[in-house]
């Protein structure tokens, strides 16, 4: 359950499967927001594209590896 924040609903699983070159760390992320569409365009989206790819550098930064 969110307490606060701009989502209604947010569930993120991680998963970790094995590769060729190491471990493959890969999200699902399904939300759902106080806005419509056009929020979703301009805002919501872009923010979590951000979350993601931020996390996406400090795992290649603290773990290393190949990008995928």
Known sequence: MLLKGPFVWWHHTHTFEPNYCGTLCRDIVEYQHRGGPI????????????IFEYR?????????????
């Open 39 to 50: 929020i979703e365009r301009l805002l919501v989206r872009r923010d979590v594209e951000r």
């Open 56 to 68: 996406r550098q400090k795992m290649l930064e603290l773990f290393g590896g190949n990008e995928q």
